[in-house]
């Protein structure tokens, strides 16, 4: 209890003495704690800016929002894609058309009101597409004989116009975006054209622009395979197609800024070594499929989400299992771990990061020595032990995800064609889908739009000779 002023002045010498050398510890301590209290207040201010998740509190990833799972800023509010010619803000600052509704007269007493200022303007605003319809340009070649030697003389027609395009890059660009994003069949296609543009088109047609489009993403197809078979690191993963009624596979790899796919009869490792070639990748990150494992590279990386779902599985059974669950609990430990140190503001330093990382090298290994009763714990501990080194790879390598989420993503599109198609009729049309899809699968993690990349890809533009002047 704090002594009063009045019980300071009764104490004698000795005991104010004998009070001073009891407060002195107490008063050396205080330049430590003053010092302590601005560290946390500011570590609180810091806190307070960032969003509660699951990298930097103890929050479930299942309860962070989609657009902050991984830490990012948070995710902008709705509006036009990237590269949008035209901003909501600039919309609504520039409107295309102004109603301007002026008061004339009072409507009571009917006083000429034209000279009056607004005492406010209230604004409102319409949106509305426009009309579609199609635009034909006609070209008509001229043809001139020369009365002087008789040769036949034919006006050029300009780039854009050639005498093989019955369609322009537009209309190709939208028939190729319904039909491999938004899988629509032919029969589908041609009612949308009808019904949305007023457009008659042919099935045929539509089979032509498609041919034509995988033509010139075959080209394209062909840059996206040289950039992603150097990058150094590669995630990769497969499922099945059908084409022609015959089991195929669908094979996505994805490098550091460029995505491939491939669709071929085969899921072997020749398929790897054909795409590779000479080149070998740093880091290879899949699935245990042994294809997958005999890819060209110098390490491996499998994926953890498929680990997690296996050990899962064993918690899910009647007989509890500690050895899965400490596995369970380390493999997301080490996630969590590489979150917080591989992102724009690292929570830890470098030497702290490293500490934890050999903690969890000697937990790994010690759980590998356990002994487990349990047929599926002992499947799953014997693939752990005989992939010891392929586990944690993402610790060591900048760049190298704990999971494969992003070549399954990738794939996700295909797997949704094929159950809404049922599969391709002809090799070219799944070669023709692989190829494009490279181009607009590539166009998505570059953060372009689709059907911009789809309008260029098709070829020079032809609106233009709208406003040409007659030959």
């Known amino acids: 209890m704090i002594p009063t002023t009045e019980q300071y002045d009764q104490l004698t010498r000795d005991e104010l003495l004998a009070l001073v050398k009891e407060l002195i510890p107490i008063v050396q301590l ?52 990237f590269g949008h010619q035209r901003s909501v803000r600039e919309l609504l600052d520039h409107p295309d058309q ?11 007493c009917h006083h000429d009101l034209k000279g009056v ?3 406010k ?42 005498s093989d395009r019955y369609f322009g890059p537009r209309l190709e660009a939208t028939v190729v975006f319904l039909k491999h994003q938004q899988h629509l069949s032919y029969e589908r296609i041609v009612g949308t054209l009808r019904e949305l543009f007023g457009l008659e088109l042919s099935e045929g047609g539509i089979a032509s622009i498609i041919a034509r489009a995988g033509e010139r993403a075959s080209v394209a197809a062909e840059e996206i395979k040289e950039q992603v078979i150097t990058s150094p690191v590669i995630k990769s993963d497969e499922t099945s197609a059908r084409v022609g009624g015959r089991n195929f596979w669908h094979w996505g790899f994805i490098g550091a800024s460029a995505v491939y796919h491939q669709i071929v009869p085969r899921r072997n490792a020749q398929v790897i070594k054909d795409l590779m070639g000479e080149a070998q990748a740093e880091v290879w990150v899949c699935d245990c499929y042994g294809a997958q494992l005999n890819a060209p590279a110098g390490d491996f990386q499998l994926c953890l989400q498929h680990q ?38 690292p929570q830890l330093t470098l030497p702290g990061f490293m500490r934890r990382v050999s903690e969890i090298e000697n937990d790994l290994d010690e759980l590998l020595n356990r002994r487990v009763t349990g047929a599926a714990e002992l499947k799953l501990r014997n693939r752990f032990i005989l992939h010891r080194e392929k586990l944690l790879q993402f610790l060591y390598y900048p760049g190298v995800p704990p999971t494969n989420n992003q070549s399954e993503q990738a794939l996700r599109t295909s797997v949704i064609h094929r159950k809404v198609t049922n599969g391709f009729r002809s090799e070219w049309g799944a070669n023709a889908y692989a190829d494009l899809l490279s181009v607009i699968a590539t166009s998505k993690i570059r953060g372009q739009r689709v059907v911009e990349t789809l309008i260029n890809l098709m070829g020079p533009p032809v609106l233009q000779f709208l406003d040409a002047s007659p030959p």
């Open 308 to 345: 997690l779902r296996d050990l899962q599985r064993i918690l899910d059974q009647p007989t509890p299992s500690p050895w899965a669950a400490e596995m369970q609990g380390l493999f997301r430990e080490a996630i969590h771990l590489n979150n917080r140190f591989d992102c724009p503001e």
């Open 98 to 108: 102004t109603l301007s509704l002026k008061v004339e007269q009072c409507a009571q």
């Open 117 to 119: 200022v607004p005492d």
């Open 121 to 162: 303007v209230l604004r409102r605003q319409v949106t509305e597409l426009p009309e579609f319809k199609p635009l034909v340009i006609e070209t008509q070649q001229h043809e001139v004989t020369c009365p002087h030697c008789q040769c036949l003389n034919r006006g050029q027609l300009p780039e854009g116009l050639d």
């Open 30 to 81: 205080v330049p430590q704690l003053q010092q302590r209290i601005t560290e946390l207040e500011a570590e609180v201010e810091q806190l307070k800016s960032k969003s509660t998740n699951s990298r930097n509190s103890s929050q479930p990833p299942s309860r962070d929002h989609k657009s902050n799972q991984r830490g990012d800023k948070p995710k902008k509010k709705q509006g036009p894609p």
